[in-house]
């Protein structure tokens, strides 16, 4: 029996050739066909040179355990989510490695209505049965029949907005040459025949396996200067950037300022308050602040869950909350199957900018002076469980306030932490925010002693 080493904690990811191949890639699709026994699922693929051998692969492996595809071609993964909810299907598998680098790739797997599947929902099952070899012969094989799903998609995303209420906006749109491009063209047609004054400014937008632009992963610093120097080459009003698979967006302000993800969750959390006040608002540990005191002020509630996408689903569903938002720019949506979506955030981010008359820029700076944040910084350690521990000893005596959902929280009533084992890297990873009104201390001087500390 060969061990599986692709197999991780929310998806699968492998190096290709070694970790993931053709073969690899059928028994995954006979396993998840054999366990589930759905009676159709759809597959699509991102842009990465070696997802269509995989997805075929993936494909011959459902037919053989008699589940039929609908192949929605070349899709982001929350097309796939779209189709798993929208269609009568039950599941989906998006082929796709997102933003790792060129020589991976990888599937993010659903079931009925784009549930999860992850290591506690069945994963390890698909693994074990891959790994095995244990396939039941059956009787009819499955059919396979291609399906155009982004004429419906679209009409979905324009569910999110009022055309209406939009006043003339200059976006600047980096699909980093992954797989956004194509929605992005089909929203444009859409909003011309609408009469929605939008133009897009479109930059690195061919789709292209090759990435001439490296691999599109906005959170990299060093992968933001196109997307910034367009904003101000235009003089736009905002610029939107995506990741491989388009599960993420990052956006940039008129002056072409990244925006941490976490002053977006404020923002799209006051997009659906402002609408629908009450509602309940998901979000991860790691910075909570500005979410409560948006949440308060527009007098909805606010619920924690652990980070990671099947934890933050699964409270969004017990709690039937409108959104969930996670700081590494993850963004869920109720009326999106509980998914998460890289088109719906910016579309409801130029609706707030409409609504309100103000900037993108005014709409945050107020969250970013009141609780300034250290953006996430990861370091490799040697062993994370000890070096969580040695911090937790370090401000024992401070008697900070503890919170455990992930990870450690150690709240000091002017400033906070989190710290964090990264669930897909042999990573540990620091969230720092402080008040602004209670806070004589700069956030360099906290990111510096955690610094010392973590490394020293």
Same mark, same amino acid.
């Not at 699509?44 to 589940?67: F, P, Y």
């Not at 699909?175 to 609408?194: R, T």
């Not at 698979?245 to 990244?258: N, P, T």
């Not at 990873?429 to 009104?437: A, G, K, P, Q, V």
């Given at each position: 029996?060969?061990?599986?080493?692709?197999?991780?904690? #929310?998806? !699968?990811?492998?190096?290709?050739?070694?970790? +993931?191949? *053709?073969? &690899?890639?059928?028994?995954?699709? /006979?396993?998840?066909?054999?366990?589930?026994?759905?009676?159709?699922?759809?597959?699509?693929?991102?842009?990465?040179?070696?997802?269509?051998?995989?997805?075929?692969?993936?494909?011959?492996?459902?037919?053989?355990?008699?589940?039929?595809?609908?192949?929605?071609?070349?899709?982001?993964?929350?097309?796939?989510?779209?189709?798993?909810?929208?269609?009568?299907?039950?599941?989906?598998?998006?082929?796709?490695?997102?933003?790792?680098?060129?020589?991976?790739?990888?599937?993010?797997?659903?079931?009925?209505?784009?549930?999860?599947?992850?290591?506690?929902?069945?994963?390890?099952?698909?693994?074990?049965?891959?790994?095995?070899?244990?396939?039941?012969?059956?009787?009819?094989?499955?059919?396979?029949?291609? #399906?155009? !799903?982004?004429?419906?998609?679209?009409?979905? +995303?324009? *569910?999110? &907005?009022?055309?209406?209420?939009? /006043?003339?906006?200059?976006?600047?749109?980096?699909?980093?040459?992954?797989?956004?491009?194509?929605?992005?063209?089909?929203?444009?047609?859409?909003?011309?025949?609408?009469?929605?004054?939008?133009?897009?400014?479109?930059?690195?937008?061919?789709?292209?396996?090759?990435?001439?632009?490296?691999?599109?992963?906005?959170?990299?610093?060093?992968?933001?200067?196109?997307?910034?120097?367009?904003?101000?080459?235009?003089?736009?009003?905002?610029?939107?950037?995506?990741?491989?698979?388009?599960?993420?967006?990052?956006?940039?302000?008129?002056?072409?300022?990244?925006?941490?993800?976490?002053?977006?969750?404020?923002?799209?959390?006051?997009?659906?308050?402002?609408?629908?006040?009450?509602?309940?608002?998901?979000?991860?540990?790691?910075?909570?602040?500005?979410?409560?005191?948006?949440?308060?002020?527009?007098?909805?509630?606010?619920?924690?869950?652990?980070?990671?996408?099947?934890?933050?689903?699964?409270?969004?569903?017990?709690?039937?909350?409108?959104?969930?938002?996670?700081?590494?720019?993850?963004?869920?949506?109720?009326?999106?199957?509980?998914?998460?979506?890289?088109?719906?955030?910016?579309?409801?981010?130029?609706?707030?900018?409409?609504?309100?008359?103000?900037?993108?820029?005014?709409?945050?700076?107020?969250?970013?002076?009141?609780?300034p944040c250290s953006g996430e910084i990861n370091f490799k350690v040697e062993d994370t469980q000890a070096t969580i521990q040695k911090i937790f000893e370090h401000y024992a005596e401070q008697k900070p306030e503890i919170d455990q959902t992930d990870g450690v929280s150690l709240n000091f009533g002017t400033w906070r932490f989190n710290v964090r084992a990264?669930?897909?890297?042999?990573?540990?990873?620091?969230?720092?925010?402080?008040?602004?009104?209670?806070?004589?201390?700069?956030?360099?001087?906290?990111?510096?002693?955690?610094?010392?500390?973590?490394?020293?």
């Amino acid at each position: 029996m060969t061990k599986l080493t692709c197999f991780k904690a #929310y998806d !699968i990811r492998g190096k290709l050739g070694t970790e +993931l191949n *053709t073969e &690899i890639a059928y028994k995954i699709g /006979r396993a998840y066909g054999q366990i589930y026994q759905p009676e159709t699922v759809v597959v699509g693929c991102d842009i990465r040179l070696s997802s269509e051998d995989l997805k075929q692969a993936t494909i011959r492996g459902l037919n053989d355990a008699g589940v039929n595809v609908l192949d929605l071609g070349m899709t982001g993964t929350e097309e796939v989510y779209f189709g798993a909810f929208h269609l009568d299907v039950q599941g989906g598998i998006e082929i796709t490695a997102s933003h790792n680098p060129m020589d991976y790739n990888g599937m993010k797997l659903v079931r009925e209505n784009a549930r999860p599947i992850s290591a506690d929902t069945g994963l390890k099952d698909i693994q074990a049965l891959a790994e095995s070899n244990q396939f039941i012969e059956t009787a009819t094989k499955g059919t396979v029949q291609t #399906y155009n !799903i982004l004429p419906e998609f679209i009409d979905h +995303l324009m *569910t999110y &907005i009022d055309p209406a209420s939009l /006043r003339p906006m200059k976006l600047v749109v980096n699909a980093g040459n992954g797989a956004a491009g194509h929605v992005i063209d089909a929203l444009e047609i859409k909003f011309k025949a609408l009469n929605i004054p939008v133009e897009f400014i479109k930059i690195h937008h061919e789709a292209d396996g090759n990435f001439p632009n490296g691999i599109p992963n906005p959170i990299l610093v060093e992968n933001r200067a196109s997307t910034r120097d367009a904003v101000i080459a235009h003089a736009a009003d905002m610029g939107i950037a995506w990741d491989g698979d388009f599960d993420r967006c990052f956006l940039f302000d008129e002056k072409g300022q990244f925006i941490e993800g976490y002053y977006i969750v404020g923002l799209l959390a006051q997009a659906f308050l402002l609408k629908q006040a009450g509602e309940k608002i998901v979000h991860d540990p790691r910075l909570v602040w500005n979410t409560f005191d948006v949440v308060d002020q527009y007098q909805g509630t606010a619920i924690q869950s652990k980070s990671g996408h099947a934890f933050i689903k699964d409270v969004m569903r017990e709690y039937n909350a409108v959104y969930g938002g996670e700081m590494s720019a993850h963004h869920y949506f109720r009326d999106f199957a509980y998914c998460d979506s890289g088109m719906i955030p910016w579309l409801l981010a130029i609706s707030v900018v409409s609504e309100t008359g103000k900037s993108l820029s005014s709409l945050v700076e107020e969250m970013i002076a009141k609780f300034p944040c250290s953006g996430e910084i990861n370091f490799k350690v040697e062993d994370t469980q000890a070096t969580i521990q040695k911090i937790f000893e370090h401000y024992a005596e401070q008697k900070p306030e503890i919170d455990q959902t992930d990870g450690v929280s150690l709240n000091f009533g002017t400033w906070r932490f989190n710290v964090r084992a990264s669930n897909t890297e042999p990573l540990l990873r620091l969230n720092i925010e402080s008040r602004r009104d209670q806070q004589p201390r700069p956030m360099q001087s906290y990111i510096d002693e955690l610094t010392q500390l973590i490394q020293g």
